[in-house]
């Protein structure tokens, strides 16, 4: 018994740290679908140019023999955030504003163009073949400690990299929401995400509003995809599909268009995930996780934490 608990919270800590990388992508999809209504399915794609960004910061680092971590860590975060954004903005700009009048089938086609560009763009770029990266954090805190039936020590522990994962998430869910609740920016989303038309008759720069959304989530992408460099240390340009994917059910299971939802459905993706590759089997964890998403949108089909959408007429 006592060793099954262990191997409860060695899972859940496994699980939260995924939700996390899950959370974040999650986010993304959830500010653009609450200002304009759209899916933007090319989303997972920036969250794998973020994690090739910060992979090539972390290896033009090393060559130059800048090795001490912090520094490292920091560099690659501001370098990150900084570029990948750009991919968001021009992908607003070129791909999706030209079609916001349009019906929405032809913006969801065009997303998921979009996300096959971005893939073929990278691998033509990189090369297909993954790309390894030694690990950057070493070391952790010793949680619990047990014996396993075959006397081998079995150690529970929280890596130093899972709980930097899981502060800077925290971090940057409470400072986005602060940006949301309490900054112009954030009236300006709120009011397009009411009534668009409106907002623009009242002085509110829609378009600027709708690109700096994209930026804002691209921004998370990129730490989202900075974290998962760290913590999987191989990355490839197909990457951001599954995780696109993933945060997606993660964004409508906690209730699209909810930033606490969507944080929350990530941690719950995670969890299930981990749980089930824990103890059962690592082949049907997808099929675990969408099935959960769709005993949710059966009985709640907003989802956990969203809102019904009220038709105007």
Known sequence: MEGSIHYFVDQTINGLTLGAIYGLIAIGYTLVYGIIGMINFAHGEIFMIGSFLAFFVFLGLGLSGITWVPLAILCALVVTMMLTPVYGWTLERVAYRPLRGSPRLAALITAIGMSIFLQNYVQLLQGARPRPLQPVISGGIELMRTVTPDGSPYVVGLSYLQLLIIVLTVAL???????????????????????????????????????LTFVMGAALASVAGLIFVMNYGVIDFFIGFLAGIKAFTAAVLGGIGSLPGAMLGGLLIGLIEAFWSGYFTVEYKDVAAFSILVLVLIFRPTGLLGKPDIEKV
């Not at 602060?178 to 920016?185: C, E, G, N």
């Open 173 to 211: 869910m409470t400072v986005f929401t602060l940006v949301i609740t309490r900054t112009p920016l954030g009236r300006a989303q709120r009011a397009c995400e009411q009534d668009r038309d409106m907002a623009a008759l009242i002085g509110v720069n829609v378009d600027r509003t709708i690109s």
